[in-house]
Nanobody, 115 residues
């Protein structure tokens, strides 16, 4: 199995920044896609951003221009740089990874944006 561990969440002021990290470990052959979803209370889980092994990226419209996803294939780690944070970004952020047609999920890290 593949295990995903997120880090970097916390409490920030509106307009601030956070950098989330997610490291994959376990039985890894070649992870193709990694990404971030978020889940806020009372809202549907949504895709925030994803990135393939060859750096093709996809972003939710709500975060374009503010968030940047990247990955280090050698470290099996994906990052999410979050700038100009808004209260609406408050959610649990969950890391995902996919390899050989299997998908894996982290337990999530809380991001709270509040003044």
């Amino acid at each position: 199995q593949v295990q995903l561990v997120e880090s970097g969440g916390g409490l920030v002021q509106p307009g601030g920044s956070l950098r989330l990290s997610c490291e994959a470990s376990g039985i890894i052959f070649s992870i193709y896609t990694m990404g971030w979803y978020r889940q806020a209370p009372g809202k549907q889980r949504e895709l925030v951003a994803e990135i393939t092994r060859y750096d093709y990226t996809t972003y939710a419209d709500s975060v374009k221009g503010r968030f940047t996803i990247s990955r280090d294939n050698a470290k099996n780690t994906v990052y999410l740089q979050m700038n100009s944070l808004k209260p609406e970004d408050t959610a649990v952020y969950l890391c995902t990874a996919e390899q050989t047609y299997s998908a894996y999920w982290g337990q999530g890290t809380q991001v709270t944006v509040s003044s």
